[in-house]
């Protein structure tokens, strides 16, 4: 009888646990109505484009703001990363947990990159609006993964972009927290940390529709702006 009660305290205490788990690292498949149908078969594409590469160097990991490098950051892209055997998996609508189901199904299985650029959270922030501390171990667990899956990989970690008009909206305050945590992440070995969110902000913190004309994804002329601002990093890191 104490044998089975005993059993029986410890499967709670396990289901307790596993339920105090939040969302955001919980490795999940996209369900948007809206992205539903095209995402698994992106996945697809890019492990199948990934396979075709004779190698990759450089990834980028992300949601809607990585993504866009496929279409208005193009023209940037192909000057920047065509040649350093680029790969680009950023997915719109992606959350911490969705990235994390990614990394578990092929995305980047069979390939030993030099450097990966990731950038994550905002859609954490803006569909849910997790927790800062929340985001950031979901983020954690996504560098715990590409730590495993990529042992020889440097990870330059980007600062979640800000978004909303002004320094009091309330979605640019749980960024600003999320990234005064992930920050912390950085030990200068395997992940580098980077903020550039200032060069997209005036001096008083304003964002401009100039800029992200939807005060979240950054407009098409805004992509050589971020190029510019991380090259230095990726030089050398890639070295």
Not at 102 to 112: C, E, K, S, T, V
Not at 203 to 231: C, F, R
Request: charged share 25%; with cysteine; net charge negative.
């Amino acid at each position: 009888m104490k044998i089975f009660l005993l059993c029986l305290v410890l499967l709670c205490t396990s289901c307790t646990a596993l339920k105090e788990q939040p969302l955001s690292v919980l490795p999940e498949a996209q369900s948007e109505v809206w992205a539903v149908k095209w995402w698994h078969p992106r996945h697809e594409e890019k492990i199948a484009l990934k396979e075709k590469m004779d190698k990759v160097d450089l990834v980028f990991l992300g949601d809607s703001i990585t993504h866009a490098w496929d279409n208005k950051g193009k023209k940037v892209w192909d000057e920047y990363y065509s040649s350093r055997n680029a790969l680009n998996i950023g997915f719109s609508a992606d959350r911490t947990e969705h990235v994390l189901w990614r990394l578990n199904h092929g995305a980047i299985d069979g390939i030993d990159p030099k450097l990966l650029v990731l950038m994550i959270g905002t859609n954490n922030t803006g569909h849910r609006q997790d927790t800062p501390e929340d985001t950031a171990l979901g983020i954690k667990e996504i560098l715990n993964t590409i730590e495993h899956k990529l042992p020889n990989t440097k990870i330059l970690l980007l600062a979640i972009f800000p978004r909303g008009s002004n320094l009091d909206d309330p979605l640019r305050k749980i960024n600003d927290d999320i990234n005064s945590i992930i920050k912390n992440y950085q030990d200068e070995e395997r992940v580098y940390y980077l903020n550039i969110n200032h060069l997209f902000l005036d001096d008083n913190g304003v964002l401009s529709k100039s800029v992200m004309s939807d005060l979240l994804h950054p407009n098409k002329d805004q992509y050589i702006v971020w190029a510019k601002a991380i090259e230095p990093n990726i030089k050398e890191l890639m070295q």
